[in-house]
């Protein structure tokens, strides 16, 4: 769960505050943990999956987007996480003037959900199915600590989902999923907490 949220297993240049901070919203606010599906993922790469997506909603100041080491291992979830950066209902969200950090956990829950159903579906597509079901000795962050043979095979792996994930990504799909995502996010948010408000 979000307890294994680490400084070692994000992909982004983080501070302990940041991790200290997801965490304790998240314990605040676990009865929405639901939203989080991990999907063919195990559940700690789910919950780092949806910690950095929170970390794009910080202010631009406070993102430093990537360790330069971790973007050679990480290239195909770095791609996707500039997408979602760049997409207009992201940075709409990102910017709405009622936001609050409740509005974030949650976005950040739909959003790695949706990214993890994408994937999945680009993974069916193209045949990639390994990616899906890739179960190394260790979680799909902490892949580049593997032995030599398991860094070589997801490296393999990475350069050919971003050949795939670069096709897919010309295409509205995942513009729609995100758009989807934000929109599921902000009505809860507004049933949940800025009604309650008023």
């Known amino acids: 769960m979000y307890e294994e949220i ?6 982004f240049f983080i501070e302990q505050h940041h991790i200290d901070t997801y965490k304790i919203m998240a314990s605040k606010m676990k009865d929405y943990s639901y939203i989080l599906n991990e999907g063919s993922l195990n559940k ?5 999956i949806a910690f950095n997506v929170w970390i794009l909603l910080l202010p631009d100041d406070d993102i430093f987007f990537g360790l330069e080491e971790k973007s050679l291992y990480y290239t195909s979830i770095f791609l996707i996480y500039n997408a979602v ?3 207009l209902h992201f940075q709409k ?4 003037g009622d936001s609050s950090p409740e509005l974030f956990y949650l976005t950040s829950l739909y959003v790695a959900t949706g990214i993890i159903n994408w994937v999945s579906s680009v993974s069916e ?5 390994h990616f899906n079901k890739m179960k190394f000795s260790r979680s799909y962050f902490d892949a580049p600590n593997g032995n030599e043979e398991e860094v070589k095979q997801f490296l393999a792996l990475q350069s050919k989902c971003v050949k795939a994930f670069v096709r897919e990504l010309k295409d ?3 513009c729609h999923m995100i758009k989807k995502c934000c929109d599921d ?5 507004v ?4 009604n309650q408000r008023v």
């Not at 680490?6 to 992909?11: E, L």
């Not at 996010?185 to 948010?189: E, G, K, P, R, T």
């Open 44 to 48: 700690d790469d789910a919950w780092m």
């Open 172 to 174: 509205d799909v995942f």
């Open 185 to 189: 996010s902000y009505f809860l948010y």
């Open 93 to 96: 969200l990102k910017q709405r």
């Open 125 to 129: 597509k193209y045949n990639l199915l």
């Open 85 to 87: 950066k760049e997409d």
């Open 191 to 194: 049933d949940k907490f800025l």
């Open 6 to 11: 680490t400084i070692d297993r994000s992909i």
